[in-house]
């Protein structure tokens, strides 16, 4: 099973990362996610699976993922990841005839000596979080970005990003980076390193400033200004982001794909 992870950039930078705030661990059958002090964080506390899962698996998922993750009232959704081998179109609706939410993400890998110079926005300022502000504005971006951004479980969920994103820093894994007009946050995304994988995280631009080049203005300073010429930098983005067409225009490469399942909270 960890062979077939070890060839998904994606879920790799995610297992790496994940190990750091959360705990990972594996079995002849799962690789476990947990993050015990946010139970409620849906993709901190998940099963990943060696392949896309059947109709005729889940109820047994379902009992596995009672045990090896948690159950209610601890744990209250399911949540499972997988490798995905094809670009073709995936049929999940079994799953979301029962609740789940479906989802397939590209994982796009990109080197820093194959990006293509562009035009960027020469009002945006690009530098290094350095104040609580920055982090508090951050957390309202990201709080607007969320499904729900009035509940309680989304607000639990940014709060425990941005402590988890500071404790990497602290690390030395890496930084977060801030898109700033006249010294107002409008765009932000962190960049962290496990040997020579640079995963971003969180890629984000404030809705009113989307189709302003904020987003390419930031991934090209920071490329710039941290990427060495053997570090494969990693994205990985839901297929039906805006965005995607920006990163391959880029140079990022869509050289995978990661399937999820998601069942929430009624």
């Known amino acids: 099973m960890l062979k077939k992870i070890e060839q998904n950039l994606g879920l790799v930078s995610d297992l790496l990362l994940h190990a750091e705030v959360g705990s990972v661990t ?24 060696e392949r896309r899962p059947s109709q005729e698996q889940r109820q047994q998922l379902e009992e596995d993922f ?17 490798p995905e ?6 049929d999940l609706d079994a799953y979301v005839a029962h609740g789940y939410t479906a989802s397939v993400h590209s994982v796009l890998v ?9 035009s960027t926005n020469d009002a945006v300022q690009v530098r290094l979080f350095e104040t609580d502000r920055d982090w508090d504005d951050w957390a309202r971006i990201s709080l607007s970005e969320m499904p729900d951004p009035s509940s309680e479980v989304s607000r639990r969920c940014v709060e425990f990003q941005r402590a988890a994103y500071r404790r990497l820093i602290d690390k ?12 107002e946050l409008v765009g932000s995304l962190g960049l962290f390193f496990f040997g020579s994988i ?18 390419r203005t930031l991934l090209t300073e920071v490329v710039k200004r941290t990427a060495g010429a053997r570090d ?14 920006m990163y391959e225009s880029l140079g990022f490469v869509r050289r995978s794909r990661t399937g999820n399942l998601c069942q929430s909270p009624s």
Request: net charge positive.
């Open 232 to 245: 494969r930098l990693v994205i990985v983005a839901d297929e039906a982001h805006h965005a995607m067409k």
């Open 172 to 183: 030395q894994f890496g930084n977060w980076w801030g898109a700033f007009i006249d010294d």
């Open 66 to 82: 009672a045990q090896r993750v948690g159950m209610p009232p601890a744990i209250s959704h399911r949540s499972f990841s997988w």
């Open 198 to 215: 640079g995963r971003f995280q969180s890629i984000v631009t404030r809705e009113d400033q989307r189709n302003k080049r904020v987003c």
């Open 110 to 118: 990109a080197e820093r000596n194959t990006m293509p110079p562009t």
């Open 26 to 49: 594996h079995d002849d059958r799962y690789i476990v996610m947990r993050t015990p002090e946010a139970p409620d964080y849906f993709s901190g506390n998940t099963l990943v699976l």
């Open 85 to 90: 081998k094809t670009f073709d179109t995936i």
